[in-house]
């Protein structure tokens, strides 16, 4: 199959639009002390804005409020969005809310949509995915979080960590289990939970690039559901069915991360080629030191890379569907998250001691980017799902493929006439 990045003038125009509203609408804000009640004040008409031009919750199809722009055109988005953390909040596709929207989308039944689906799409309410637990590091086979049905009932018992929206969420979407004797694969359901449901306990986490917990758009926590009790039909999708839904929330998923974290590295390219320029030492500027030279030139070439390993996943999703596309999405994580930090430490190191303040945005940006080695999977797992699939093409041989004596006895019996009778075969 050819494929193709090239992108149509009128979608083309949506990006220059996105790129000036970030600059003149969503950039300001980040430079003022909100809290989370008082970003979503501010964000609130720019989201209606957004609403109006026909790019709100650009992940989901037509029929449920999105554009149906798929994942290359998402990409592009997202690119742009990235520049800043506040933007895909203002856009309606920021995480967990996205990916839980495209679950209930995707398994949720008609009563499930209108209660939680239509909210959550209109920005009226917030989700959290509760997933991870403490000390399973990516294997979900250790989850102890149970849920077990008592009559017309669910009731939830364990703890879980690092979820996105703990406190904020009015949803939560719990992953528990509900089948201990079944296989690794079909042991854990998704639950459909209120987040004032009698039972749950959140314990907010400071995080490396947000240690007091007052991000305006991003919390983390620690949950406990002591018992919680919900209706039987909270099940979201089949039972057994939370590691099939999973994947298919976080393949794609992933595509949104990597190419957000190539419009981060474009913000500090920008940072880093505009210290380059604009100061000098020993007798000139930094851009005509080789060290910086290399650093400009080595960034822009893994920045580009990283975009087009981004790209190609995301058209090989609209081609063929995000599990035939699983070695693709596996790659551009670890990749990805590599330029950014990349990036974004010779543009901490470019600024010296500037760079290390609260004055620029680089030590933020730097501080958060190092969780996208550890986040949707430590980057050590995706390298070994690609090594593993990878390797499965290859067979064992007692003689290497390519070696030189092995080939040429093979190529001198093959041609043995020929170069016997050099004359013959030329005449």
């Known amino acids: 199959m050819a494929w193709d990045f090239s992108t149509e003038p009128e979608f083309a125009a949506e ?45 989901l199809d037509p029929e449920l409020g999105g554009q149906g722009f798929g994942q290359l055109k998402l990409g592009l988005l997202h690119e742009v969005l990235g520049r800043s953390e506040l933007a895909p909040f203002v856009f309606g596709c920021q995480a967990p809310d996205s990916g839980n929207a495209e679950l209930i989308a995707l398994a949720g039944t008609e009563e499930q949509k209108r209660r939680w689906l239509d909210p959550l799409l209109d920005g009226r309410i917030l989700s959290a995915f509760a997933m991870t637990e403490q000390g399973t590091g990516s294997d979900p086979r250790q989850f102890t979080t149970r849920a077990e049905r008592d009559g017309d009932e669910w009731v939830i018992t364990g703890r879980k960590w690092m979820v996105g929206n703990a406190s904020r969420g009015d949803l939560h979407i719990v992953l528990a289990v509900t089948e201990p004797d079944a296989d690794a694969h079909h042991r854990m359901s998704m639950l459909l ?23 305006p758009v991003w919390a983390h926590g620690e949950v406990v559901y002591d018992g919680v009790r919900i209706p039987a039909e909270n099940l979201l999708g089949g039972r057994g069915e939370a590691f099939t839904l999973a994947q298919r929330r976080l393949g794609p998923g992933r595509i949104h991360h990597c190419m957000r974290w190539i419009g ?12 380059a320029v604009s100061v000098a030492v020993h007798g000139g500027p930094l851009a005509d030191k080789q060290t910086v030279q290399n650093w400009v030139a080595d960034s822009a070439a893994a920045i ?38 990349d990036v974004l430490d010779r543009a901490v190191q470019i600024h010296g ?4 303040t609260t004055d620029m945005p680089l030590e933020q940006m730097y501080r958060w980017a190092r969780a996208a080695r550890i986040y949707d999977g430590p980057d050590e797992v995706h390298r070994v799902s690609v090594a593993r699939r990878l390797l499965r093409d290859y067979r064992p041989t007692a003689v290497p493929t390519e070696h030189v004596p092995t080939r040429r006895a093979a190529a001198l019996a093959r041609f043995a006439e020929v170069l016997e009778h050099p004359l013959e075969s030329v005449s």
């Not at 979503?40 to 650009?58: D, I, N, S, T, Y």
């Not at 001691?353 to 290390?356: A, K, T, V």
Request: charge should be negative.
């Open 193 to 215: 939970v209120p987040g004032d449901a009698p039972g749950i306990r959140v314990r907010d986490l400071g995080l490396m690039n947000d240690p007091g917990g007052e991000n």
């Open 15 to 59: 990006l220059d639009w996105a790129r000036s509203f970030l600059s003149e609408e969503i950039y300001p804000l980040e430079v003022l002390d909100l809290d989370h009640a008082a970003f979503r004040r501010l964000a609130a008409p720019l989201q209606e804005r957004v609403k109006e031009r026909g790019l709100w919750a650009a992940h």
């Open 264 to 275: 981060v590295c474009r913000r500090a390219f920008d940072m880093l080629a505009e210290r």
């Open 304 to 341: 580009e890379a990283a975009r087009l390993l981004t790209l190609h996943t995301a058209w090989r999703i609209d081609q063929v569907g995000a599990p035939a596309a699983r070695t693709e999405i596996a790659m551009i994580k670890y990749h990805g998250a590599q330029v950014l930090h």
């Open 353 to 356: 001691s500037l760079g290390f």
